[in-house]
Every structure is written in structure tokens, then in C-alpha cells.
């Protein structure tokens, strides 16, 4: 039983986990650009969550939400936080969102079908994800920090209107829900697009990373890649911490 639960963590799911997480944490701290003629400037679309779902859909749940803890990490160790940790926060469980209902379906509906209906629940949930993060969390945070005249301010460039009183029916459903529509429906179409060619390399890979006949090396090397990365993350949270507190 034991040896059955550490085979989950093969030298190839840690790798492409690695290479996934990186991916997406490069792609989420430098390539982020605004949508100004549509939303709001703070809201940034960038192209993280198709190594995000790919990785979901061809290692697990599990491994996705790994993912996205290390996008999150390489995005603060890389250009730090500008919400004190409450947008990152609201980012890792949006991604979350995604990852979980996703990765449990398609999990057991491996067909075009089924990744095509994992990809819509995934998406309905993290953007319901991120109407109540934005909500319950980042608003009023942001209220907090700077007052409601200027979270009104970024709005009224779009909404010249725009009050106190409706804040949230302009915020919530002009913009936040259409900005996530779109974010997921880029990611999802490019991901039905690469994903067949990208589950052959990981199959390619896994053969050549964990051939059959030596279990037992196999077993130790796939130990010793877990502690390593187990470390890797830890020091990467540390930097994150320090460039906080110290930079």
C-alpha cells in the first residue's frame, strides 16, 4: 500500500509538474497586459492557466493544484505582491476553482466529451470562484486600503456613472464575470488545441523516466526527486516571505 501511494509521485508526474508550474509562473508574473477598451486596468488577462490546465488534464487534480501553488510562488519570488497576499490569495483559489471540479471529471471521462464538459464545469466554478473572492476578499480589502473613492476612480473610466450603491452590479457582472468567461474560453480553446500532442510527449517521457524492470532504483530516485522538489518549494516560499518583509 505504501509503495502504491508513493508511485503517484513518479519522476516523470514531478517533472512535468515542475515544467508546468514553471510555465505557468513565468507566463503569470511578465506576460500579464490589461483590456482597457473592455475592463477595468487592474484586471490583467494573462495566459498561465493553459499550462494550468493541461497539466490538470493530463496528471490529476492533485497534481494541478500543485501547479498552481508553484505559479503562484515563482509570480511572488519573481516580481513580489502588490495586495499584501490578498490577491494571490484570491488567485490560488480561483485556480482551485478550475483545478479540482475539472481534474475529478475528466479523471473519469477520458473522451472528447468528457474533456469538453470538465473544461465548461471547471470554468462556471472558477469564475463563481472569482465573483466571490472578488466580493468577500479583494474589494473590500482594497476599500480598506485606499478608501471607496478611489477603487471608484479606476471604474469610471469605463463607467463614468458609477456610485457606491451599484459598484458591485457594474463590478461583479459587467466585469468580472465576462473577464473570466474570456480568460477561461482562451485557455480552454488553446488546451483542446496542443493538448493530444502534449499528453503523447508526457507518455513519451514517462517511458523513458520510469521504465518497469528496476523498481527499486526507480523507487529511490523518484524519493530523492521528491525531497528535492519538496525543497525547491519551501525555498521558494522563503524568498517570496523575504522580498515581502526585507526588499
Not at 13 to 26: H, K
Not at 164 to 191: E, H, K, M
Request: charged share 15%.
Amino acid at each position: 500500500m505504501a509503495k502504491q501511494k508513493m508511485a503517484y509521485f513518479s519522476t516523470t508526474r514531478i517533472v512535468m509538474i515542475a515544467l508546468f508550474g514553471a510555465l505557468a509562473g513565468i507566463l503569470h508574473a511578465f506576460a500579464k497586459f490589461p483590456l482597457p477598451f473592455a475592463f477595468p486596468g487592474f484586471l490583467e488577462l494573462d495566459f498561465s492557466d493553459i499550462p494550468l490546465f493541461i497539466g490538470t488534464f493530463a496528471l490529476g487534480p492533485v497534481s494541478g493544484c500543485i501547479i498552481v501553488v508553484v505559479k503562484i510562488l515563482l509570480k511572488l519570488v519573481c516580481v513580489g505582491t502588490e495586495t499584501t497576499f490578498v490577491g494571490d490569495l484570491a488567485n490560488l483559489l480561483i485556480g482551485f476553482g478550475f483545478v479540482i471540479p475539472a481534474g475529478i471529471l475528466y479523471k473519469h471521462f477520458r473522451t472528447i466529451k468528457g474533456a469538453a464538459l470538465s473544461m465548461c464545469v471547471g470554468a462556471i466554478s472558477s469564475v463563481a470562484v472569482a465573483i466571490i473572492a472578488n466580493w468577500l476578499i479583494l474589494i473590500p480589502f482594497y476599500v480598506r486600503l485606499y478608501g471607496w473613492e478611489m477603487v471608484l476612480s479606476l471604474m469610471r473610466l469605463l463607467f463614468p456613472d458609477i456610485t457606491q450603491a451599484d459598484f458591485f452590479n457594474y463590478y461583479l457582472w459587467v466585469s468580472v464575470l465576462p473577464f473570466n468567461l474570456l480568460r477561461c474560453l482562451l485557455s480552454g480553446i488553446v488546451t483542446f488545441i496542443v493538448y493530444k500532442y502534449i499528453s503523447r510527449a508526457i507518455d513519451v517521457m514517462n517511458k523513458k523516466l520510469s521504465p518497469q524492470e528496476e523498481g527499486k532504483t526507480i523507487c529511490m530516485r523518484d524519493i530523492i526527486v521528491a525531497i528535492v522538489c519538496i525543497v525547491i518549494v519551501l525555498l521558494l516560499l522563503l524568498f517570496a516571505l523575504l522580498r515581502y518583509f526585507l526588499w
